[in-house]
């Protein structure tokens, strides 16, 4: 039987640090603040923007929900956009994706000042994680980051492991792929065109799975050992409206060493990342 790495006793751990530190944030005069654009309703973003702001809230932060109409303007949604970017009393600010269709050309990434950018994916943020980063200097995607939490909380050390990284969003599948080579992993990145996936993930000592389809990865991708390590991104729902990852747990458990949970696995390490981001990111803007 695998183990089954939940997020929640290493998110206790990392939420009492936060809460520390934004308490001396404080006493020096400044509130950590975060600022969340949702545009419309889609069920799923008014789920995480809640949970996100619940988080910061409990560990002493601020932070607004700044709800844009579904068929806000462009020029509306550009403008909120740049007040909160150019207000110095707002550390932390993102767009939460995806947004609607007339607005989905817009890089909002690179419209977020660098040191502001608690996902990470400003094209400076990016380019140090190219370059080799593993968080030093650069804010680091909140999903990726979570997930290397999660396994060093496990004692996993990804020097020399072989990794298939399945599904090449530029949100997980990419930057993750990026930071476990920064952490001298060799990494395999596999897409809906990969060609015989399944020699590749069984080849493999740890497979993420960051596909968006639910309970796509069962036991035929896996070899007999019973060994490898699965991380599971995917936030899906069965046919019975059960949520569900992009791995079939019940079908693996037996078949794998380690194995995080869907629910109360990667979805909530996403979350302590940002607030983990919010924290470094006051402080770049306190050191300014
Ligand atoms: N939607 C799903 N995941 C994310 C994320 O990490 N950041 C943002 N901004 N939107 C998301």
């Known amino acids: 039987m695998a183990t089954v790495l939940k997020a929640a006793p290493i998110s206790q751990q990392i939420v009492e640090d936060l809460t ?12 950590p603040c975060l600022k969340v654009i949702l545009v419309g309703a889609h069920p799923p973003s008014v789920i995480y923007t809640r949970n996100k702001k619940k988080f910061m809230e409990d560990i002493g932060a601020e932070c607004e929900i700044i ?11 550009l403008s909120t956009l740049q007040t909160y970017a150019k ?23 690179q419209m977020v000042p660098p ?31 979570g997930v290397i939490t999660m396994l060093k909380y496990a004692g996993v050390n990804l020097e020399g492991k072989s990794v298939a990284v399945i599904g090449r969003s530029l949100i997980v599948g ?13 990494v395999t990145m596999c897409h809906s065109r990969t060609s015989d996936l399944k020699k590749i993930t069984k080849s493999a000592d740890i497979i993420v799975a960051a596909i968006g389809k639910a309970k796509f990865i069962n036991s035929e991708y896996l070899r007999e050992s019973g ?6 991104v995917g936030i899906n729902h069965d046919e019975f409206g059960n949520l569900c990852g992009d791995i079939d747990q019940s079908d693996v458990e037996d078949k794998c060493a ?23 990111a006051t402080k770049i803007q306190m050191e300014k």
């Open 174 to 186: 990419k930057p993750l792929s990026l930071l476990m080579i920064n952490y001298n992993a060799t």
């Open 115 to 145: 040191e502001k950018d608690v996902d990470g994916f400003h094209a400076q943020n990016l380019y140090k994680l190219m370059a080799g980063d593993k968080g030093e200097r650069a804010l680091l995607p909140c999903t990726p980051k």
């Open 87 to 109: 207000d110095s009393s707002v550390n932390g600010l993102f767009v939460q994706l995806p947004l609607p269709k007339h607005l989905s050309h817009i890089d909002v990434g």
């Open 20 to 31: 520390k530190q934004c308490s001396l944030l404080k006493n020096n005069g400044c509130i």
């Open 258 to 280: 380690l194995i995080t949970p869907v629910p109360g696995g990667v979805g909530k390490m996403t979350i302590v990342s940002l607030g983990q981001n919010l924290i470094a």
């Open 67 to 77: 709800a844009l109409e579904e068929d806000v303007s462009e020029d509306t949604f």
């Open 227 to 232: 060994d490898q390590i699965l991380i599971d």
